[in-house]
C-alpha cells in the first residue's frame, strides 16, 4: 500500500473533522449518510460510525437477526475514505461515484448499535480518481476487508 500525503503546499487539518466538515467533504444526508468521525494521521485515514438501532434497513435485514448489509459496510468504507481524502487536500473534479468494489471479505456481521470503526489507506488518489483499501473493525475485531475504486463525475455541488 502507498501511502499519499497532502499535496505540496496543503496540509491535513488535525484532529476529527466537525459534522460541518464531513458535510461539506460529501453529497450523503441522512438517512444515507454513515459518517460520524473522520480523521487523517499519517496519511491514513480513520473514521467510524455507530449503526443507530432505529436505523432503516434493520427491519428488513434480518428481522430476527438485525444486521447492517455489507453492501452498507463498504458503502460506508467508501465514505469515510472519500471524506478522508479531502481532509488529506485532494479536492475531487466533481462527485466521487463508487464506481468499483474490487474485493470484499466479510468476517463478522455489524449488529444494532454497533460501532463500526474504519482504518483506510490510498492505493491512489487524485482529483479523479481514488482507489482505496480497508479494514473495519467492531470492539477490535475485522468485521470487512475491502477495496474500491471511486471516480469523479458530475458536478461538485
Known amino acids: 500500500m502507498s ?11 488535525v484532529g476529527p473533522a466537525t459534522k460541518e466538515e464531513i458535510l461539506s467533504y460529501i ?28 436505523s432503516w434497513f434493520f427491519k428488513g435485514h434480518f428481522p430476527h437477526f438485525p444486521v447492517v448489509p455489507g453492501v452498507l459496510l463498504v458503502e460506508t468504507m467508501a465514505q469515510i475514505g472519500g471524506c478522508g481524502v479531502q481532509r488529506m487536500g485532494i479536492k475531487p473534479a466533481g462527485t466521487f461515484f463508487l464506481a468499483k468494489i474490487r474485493e470484499a471479505r466479510f468476517r463478522r456481521p455489524v449488529r444494532p448499535g454497533e460501532r463500526f470503526h474504519v482504518e ?9 480518481i481514488v482507489h482505496q483499501r480497508g479494514v473495519g473493525y467492531v470492539d477490535g475485531e475485522a468485521a470487512v476487508e475491502a477495496e474500491w475504486l471511486s471516480i469523479a463525475g458530475g458536478d461538485r455541488t
Not at 501511502?3 to 487539518?13: C, E, I, Q
Not at 444515507?32 to 443507530?52: A, C, Q, Y
Open 27 to 54: 453529497p450523503h444526508r441522512d438517512p444515507f449518510l454513515f459518517v460520524d468521525e473522520v480523521e487523517v494521521s499519517d496519511g491514513h485515514i480513520k473514521g467510524s460510525r455507530t449503526m443507530p438501532d432505529d
Open 120 to 128: 483506510i489507506d490510498n492505493i491512489k488518489a487524485t482529483p479523479n
Open 3 to 13: 501511502d499519499k500525503p497532502a499535496p505540496a503546499g496543503t496540509s491535513a487539518p
